[in-house]
C-alpha cells in the first residue's frame, strides 16, 4: 500500500509530510523559527490543538504562548496540572474541593477545601510534584465522553460540584482532559504535555494560594491587541512607559504598534501632553 503525502503551507514555504502526522510533529520543524512555545495551530483557518493528525493539504499558522490564545491555553493547562499535583500529595479522600477563583496581575488566586492544613510546606510539596510532571513531560490527553458518563466520573472522584453541574448540562457529550488517571473537564484548548508548563511558583496568600506565571510583556500585549478583528483595536492608542532608551527599542514599539514612546524618569509634562495628543485623537 502506498504511503499518501499531503502539502503544507506554513508562511511561503511548501512542505511534504506524510498523511496521519501530527501537528505536534509539524510544529517541531518549525519551532526554531519562533521564539516562543508554539501551542496551538490554525489548520486552513480553524484552531486545531497539536494531538490531531493530518488529513488533507492545508495552510498552518502556529500559535505560541506569545500569542492570546496559547497563552490562555498555557495557564488553562496549567491549573490543569496544578489540580492534578494538590490531589496527588492530598490524596483524593482529603479533597472537597480545589477552587481556582480569578485572575490576579500575575496568576490564579486558589482555594482548597478539605482535611488539610494549607501551609507553605505543603504548596512546597505541590510545587514539586508539579516539576516532576513537567520532568516527565506527563502528556495531556482528551477524549470526548458521554455527559452520564462524566457524570458518573466525578461522583467517582469525589469532584461532586461538577457532578452536580453535568447534571444539568442538555449536550450529550463532552470533552475530559487527562494527566495519568487524573481526569477534569475544561472548557478549552490545552497544551501537548507538562514539558511545555515549565515557569510558575506557588505561595500563600489571604485564605488560599497564588500559582505564579508568565506575563506577556508590552511588545506582545500591543501585537495581540493590535491583532484584533475590529478597527477598534487597531486604533485604540497603546503608550509604552519605559526605561529603554535606544533607538532599537523605539523602533521595536512601533512595530508592534505601539502608538508613542516615553521614556523614564518620568516627566509628568511630558505624559500629560502625549496623553491630550491621544486623548484627542490627533497624531501629528
Not at 496559547?70 to 482529603?94: P, Q, T
Not at 510534584?129 to 467517582?156: C, Y
Not at 493590535?226 to 533607538?247: C, H, L
Request: aromatic share 14%; proline share 2%; with cysteine.
Amino acid at each position: 500500500m502506498n504511503e499518501v503525502f499531503y502539502t503544507v503551507q506554513v508562511g511561503d514555504c511548501d512542505r511534504k509530510f506524510r498523511e496521519g502526522t501530527t501537528y505536534l510533529d509539524i510544529a517541531k520543524e518549525y519551532q526554531h523559527e519562533y521564539e516562543h512555545d508554539i501551542v496551538l495551530v490554525f489548520v486552513d483557518g480553524r484552531l486545531q490543538e497539536l494531538f490531531k493528525t493530518l488529513k488533507k493539504d492545508c495552510k498552518l499558522e502556529f500559535v505560541t504562548t506569545a500569542d492570546s490564545l496559547g497563552y490562555k491555553a498555557y495557564r488553562r493547562s496549567m491549573s490543569l496540572m496544578l489540580v492534578k499535583a494538590v490531589y496527588d500529595v492530598a490524596e483524593h479522600k482529603n479533597i472537597d474541593k480545589v477552587r481556582i477563583h480569578y485572575s490576579v496581575s500575575k496568576g490564579y488566586y486558589c482555594t482548597i477545601e478539605g482535611n488539610i492544613e494549607l501551609t507553605q510546606e505543603f504548596l512546597d510539596k505541590v510545587e514539586r510534584r508539579m516539576r516532576t510532571m513537567v520532568e516527565k513531560n506527563l502528556p495531556i490527553q482528551k477524549k470526548s465522553v458521554h455527559t452520564d458518563d462524566a457524570i458518573a466520573m466525578f461522583g467517582e472522584h469525589g469532584m461532586h460540584d461538577k457532578e452536580r453541574l453535568f447534571h444539568y448540562r442538555r449536550v450529550s457529550r463532552v470533552n475530559i482532559y487527562s494527566m495519568n488517571e487524573f481526569e477534569d473537564y475544561y472548557y478549552g484548548y490545552m497544551v501537548p504535555s507538562a514539558g511545555y508548563l515549565k515557569y510558575f511558583k506557588l505561595y500563600l496568600y489571604d485564605e488560599g494560594f497564588v500559582i505564579q506565571m508568565p506575563v506577556m510583556n508590552g511588545y506582545e500585549a500591543t501585537a495581540n491587541i493590535r491583532a484584533g478583528e475590529s478597527d477598534y483595536w487597531k486604533t485604540i492608542p497603546v503608550i509604552a512607559m519605559t526605561a529603554n532608551v535606544f533607538q532599537e527599542d523605539e523602533s521595536r514599539a512601533a512595530e508592534c504598534g505601539m502608538s508613542d514612546y516615553v521614556t523614564k524618569p518620568i516627566d509628568m509634562n511630558v505624559i500629560y501632553s502625549v496623553l491630550e495628543k491621544w486623548l484627542r485623537g490627533q497624531k501629528g
